[in-house]
């Protein structure tokens, strides 16, 4: 089992910068791939980000790449999603999410995920 805590939502104005991070707790944090998702109202809840257990990986959908970058420490059993340019159209609730898989490769679909956070919310907003 994981437990898993996120933080560092709120509004911002576009172009402007927010850093999420996912606390996690209750297993060897090195072996889960871990992701971030966000879901707006009415729409399906969308890979943002992904990173293998050893970090070494990582995958950032095409809406973000170039403006969001997600890493994690293995020391702190922390995942980061720092997201610079913000967009009206990023608004959602972001989600942390982990799946115990193998260590070295990334996953980017929900349903590879067994353990969610219960999500922050981040509104780009002028």
């Known amino acids: 089992q994981v437990q898993l805590v996120e933080s560092g939502g709120g509004l911002v104005q576009p172009g402007g910068s927010l850093r999420l991070t996912c606390a996690a707790s209750?297993?060897?944090?090195?072996?889960?791939?871990m992701g971030w998702f966000r879901q707006a109202p009415g729409k399906e809840r969308d890979i943002v980000a992904a990173?293998?257990?050893?970090?070494?990986?990582?995958y950032h959908s095409d809406s973000v790449k170039g403006r969001f970058t997600i890493s994690r420490d293995n020391a702190k059993n922390t995942v980061y999603l720092q997201m610079n340019s913000l967009k009206p159209e990023d608004t959602a609730v972001y989600y942390c999410?982990?799946?115990?898989?193998?260590?070295?490769?990334?996953?980017?679909?929900?349903?590879?995920?067994?353990?969610w956070g219960q999500g922050t919310q981040v509104t780009v907003s002028s």
């Open positions: 999410a982990a799946a115990n898989g193998y260590y070295y490769l990334v996953y980017s679909r929900p349903e590879n995920y067994n353990f």
């Open positions: 209750g297993d060897t944090f090195s072996r889960y791939g």
């Open positions: 990173i293998a257990g050893n970090g070494v990986r990582t």
